[in-house]
């Protein structure tokens, strides 16, 4: 048995993450998944936020997902998820912040903004974070290859990717699709849903339709205004 426990839950983006992670460098581990409505004390223990994933290899204990991603990283260097050159090393990074700082916050607004004001916001912050995705990102590292630095997967492109399984969320919910300017985006997301890692700890459609119609506030996904 591996001396590495994953602590996740399935509903999880940032979950996904690290699952991905885990597969792609073909790690042994033990997966423990966890009801973030009834937490056990020894996750807690773990991770000392309450939130997954976190991780225990041996005695060392890390929570958060982007950290506990770069140690991986370094401590299991095969295969790479992010490039060598330090150059590319620090766009890459960059990258993966503006998943978290931008793009992450810009859908959720979209999803889940409390009013139709926030949720028209939300909508027009998120296509203007998909061109900018598809202009200075893809647009400029892919080049011929179907991944963000072309033939590479890498931790920019699994930072990414839960959110885009979550898309049908907001086809159904709010009536979006994908921009016709963004076909680089599009060729991107079908060559990272069809990897075996990816498909290992995907969920489908109708888990995300059923849940997000309860989050929500009603049957339809229209969310309630809040006085």
Same mark, same amino acid.
């Given at each position: 048995?591996?001396n ?8 999880s ?20 998944e966890?009801?973030? +409505?009834?937490?056990?004390?020894d996750?807690? +223990? ?27 990283? !370094?401590?299991?260097?095969e295969?790479?998820?992010l ?8 766009? $890459?990074r960059?990258w ?9 916050p810009?859908?959720n ?6 009013? $139709?004001?926030?949720?028209e ?12 995705? %598809? +202009? !200075?990102?893809?647009?400029k590292?892919?080049?011929?290859g179907?991944?963000?630095?072309g033939?590479?997967?890498?931790? @920019? ?7 885009f ?5 907001? %086809? ?5 699709t ?5 076909p ?7 060559a @990272? ?5 990816? +498909?290992? @700890? $995907? ?5 995300y ?5 309860? @989050?929500?506030?009603?049957?339809n996904?229209? $969310?309630?205004?809040?006085?």
């Amino acid at each position: 048995m591996s001396n590495l426990q994953l602590y996740f839950a399935k509903a999880s983006t940032f979950s996904q993450r690290t699952r991905v992670v885990l597969l792609e460098k073909k790690i042994d581990f033990t997966p423990i998944e966890i009801d973030l +409505q009834n937490k056990p004390s020894d996750f807690t +223990q773990v991770s000392r936020y309450g939130k997954v994933p976190a991780i225990k290899h041996g005695d060392v204990e890390i929570y958060e997902s982007a950290v506990i991603n770069e140690y991986l990283e !370094e401590v299991f260097p095969e295969p790479a998820l992010l490039p060598h050159d330090p150059t590319t090393k620090a766009i $890459a990074r960059i990258w993966i912040d503006y998943a978290n700082t931008r793009f992450v916050p810009a859908f959720n607004k979209f999803l889940r903004g409390k009013d $139709a004001q926030e949720q028209e916001q939300g909508r027009k912050e998120f296509i203007e974070a998909l061109l900018y995705i %598809e +202009q !200075e990102g893809l647009g400029k590292f892919s080049g011929n290859g179907p991944y963000w630095f072309g033939e590479q997967f890498s931790l @920019v492109d699994i930072s990414f990717y839960p959110w885009f399984e979550r898309l049908p969320v907001l %086809e159904h919910f709010r009536k979006f699709t994908l921009p016709a300017e963004t076909p680089r985006l599009l060729q991107w997301w079908n060559a @990272v849903e069809s990897r075996e890692s990816v +498909q290992a @700890v $995907a969920n489908p459609v109708s888990f995300y339709l059923e849940r997000f119609a309860k @989050v929500l506030g009603e049957p339809n996904g229209v $969310a309630v205004a809040q006085k």
